[in-house]
């Protein structure tokens, strides 16, 4: 079975710009969640989709927004861009909502914000 | 402020030795996983723990979780160069909806 996959893996962008992270859950799972991680904050919880509706939501601000297609395929997306978005940033999926304690990651998108 | 602090935050150590990471916590958890996340990586599942004083092994890892659910650890036996690697601890605080991670521990095996 194929694990999580993330798109693209490396990216540069420059401040006030917006970028839009993909990610394809394994099959048949139907949740999946987003986190930050920098080497400030550690790992941070931005928002988990299920069912193509937000179900939880972490403390970002309203530049971090995301979404989930039919095919539980999900986008995260942030506008606006500035410095302190450069992170590490994680797409997880889990077979059923809040089902965090059997979620796989992906290998994760690296954002570099100049 | 529910947070997980783990301890140490840095572990350097010669291969063949023993070590123990901690997570600690005033809150009470309904479960704990341990995850390993190597450079360039996503967190990777180790073990879930779900009862209080729960002991799981893993080959030469050992995860152990408190009585009261606060806390866990995790004991490797006879390190590797191969256990190298961020050590995240994380789990959903007792009647909450939330998944808070530990500040992560920081392992480096030397050969």
């Known amino acids: 079975k194929a694990g999580v996959t993330q798109t693209p893996r490396y990216l540069i962008k420059t401040r006030g710009q917006q970028v839009t992270l993909s990610c394809s859950p394994i099959?048949?799972?139907?949740?999946v969640s987003w986190y930050q991680q920098t080497p400030g904050q550690g790992l941070q919880f931005l928002f988990e989709?299920?069912?193509?509706?937000?179900?939880n939501k972490g403390n970002f601000p309203g530049r971090f927004s995301g979404r989930q297609f039919s095919n539980s395929r999900s986008e995260m997306n942030v506008s606006t861009l500035e410095l302190g978005d450069s992170a590490l940033y994680l797409c997880?999926?889990?077979?059923?909502?809040?089902?965090?304690?059997?979620?796989?990651f992906g290998p994760g998108t690296r954002l570099l914000v100049l | 402020t529910q947070l997980l602090e783990q301890s140490p935050q840095f572990l350097s150590i010669q291969e063949g030795e023993n070590l123990t990471v901690y997570c600690n916590s005033s809150?009470?958890?309904?479960?704990l996983q341990w995850y390993r996340q190597e450079p360039g990586e996503g967190p990777v599942l180790l073990v879930t723990?779900?009862?209080?004083?729960e002991v799981k092994k893993l080959k030469r890892l050992t995860f152990q979780f408190g009585d009261a659910r606060k806390d866990s650890s995790l004991h490797i036996t006879a390190a590797q160069p191969g256990d190298t690697g961020l050590y995240l601890c994380?789990?959903?605080?007792?009647?909450?909806?939330?998944?808070?991670f530990g500040t992560g521990t920081r392992l480096k095996v030397l050969a």
């Open positions: 723990v779900v009862t209080g004083g």
């Open positions: 994380a789990g959903p605080p007792s009647g909450t909806y939330k998944y808070i």
């Open positions: 989709y299920f069912s193509e509706t937000q179900r």
């Open positions: 997880a999926s889990s077979p059923s909502l809040g089902a965090r304690e059997t979620q796989y």
């Open positions: 099959s048949g799972h139907r949740s």
């Open positions: 809150s009470v958890f309904s479960s």
